[in-house]
């Protein structure tokens, strides 16, 4: 069965600095997508960022990346020039053979003024 | 812009009582889904849903759950007797196609509190 795991419960960064988010899963598939979804106070899930797992190059969307290390199972998010309204739960997401989403246990990032 | 509508936002209700959660998803899209989220902890899946049947579900999805289509808008979750576990959010999602290639958009939530 493929898992996620999330080791950073909570982060911090300072306001226009940036932090790296942490994931690492596990599967046996070959072909499969990961996914950041933020969630923020409102508790509405909304998609960041996703990374096909064929695709050799990382994935951008302004300031938010990947790192996506596929033989390490590895899957960070960076984002740069942090806001305050990137204060939020951040949950890395797994989404394989089926069409359901696996997800990890989220980070909580703050963003310092 | 379309999006995957809720309601209602919060729900209260008596333990061994059946509620019914509601969702409007994006018109043109053909795969719904539904999730959970015990509060502080993560977002489990519970069901998915193509073509008027049940394509997939989870463990958490036993007997007292049951998911309808019933009038070609809306998707509902039905707990039949409800249960103090059965407290959290409940998010519904939808995509235009299966696998997951494509975006499933969620909906804002209905927290369910059972008392």
């Known amino acids: 069965a493929q898992t996620v795991t999330q080791s950073q419960p909570e982060m911090s960064v300072q306001e226009a600095e940036t932090v790296t988010l942490s994931c690492t899963y596990d599967?046996?598939?070959?072909?499969?997508?990961l996914f950041w979804y933020k969630q923020p106070p409102s508790r509405q899930m909304i998609l960041v960022i996703r990374?096909?797992?064929?695709?050799?190059q990382n994935a951008t969307e302004n300031r938010f990346s990947v790192n996506f290390q596929k033989a390490a199972k590895s899957f960070s998010l960076k984002i740069s020039d942090s806001q305050l309204g990137d204060a939020a739960m951040y949950f890395c997401?797994?989404?394989?053979?089926?069409?359901?989403?696996?997800f990890g246990t989220g980070t909580l990032l703050a963003v310092q003024p | 812009e379309p999006e995957v509508t809720q309601t209602p936002s919060h729900q209260v209700t008596q333990m061994g009582q059946e509620v019914i959660l509601r969702c409007v998803p994006i018109?043109?899209?053909?795969?719904f889904y539904w999730y959970r989220q015990i509060l502080g902890q993560k977002v489990e899946f519970l069901v998915s849903?193509?073509?008027?049947?049940?394509?997939?579900k989870s463990e958490i999805f036993d007997d007292q759950f049951s998911v309808e289509r019933p009038d070609g808008s809306n998707f509902t979750l039905k707990i039949r007797s409800t249960k103090l576990e059965d407290s959290a959010m409940y998010f519904c999602?939808?995509?235009?196609?299966?696998?997951?290639?494509?975006?499933?958009?969620f909906g804002q939530g209905t927290r369910l509190t059972v008392v």
């Open positions: 999602a939808s995509s235009e196609g299966g696998g997951v290639a494509t975006e499933a958009f």
């Open positions: 599967t046996s598939e070959s072909d499969y997508y």
């Open positions: 990374q096909e797992a064929y695709k050799q």
């Open positions: 997401a797994y989404g394989g053979a089926t069409n359901k989403l696996i």
């Open positions: 018109s043109n899209h053909l795969y």
């Open positions: 849903f193509y073509n008027n049947e049940i394509s997939e």
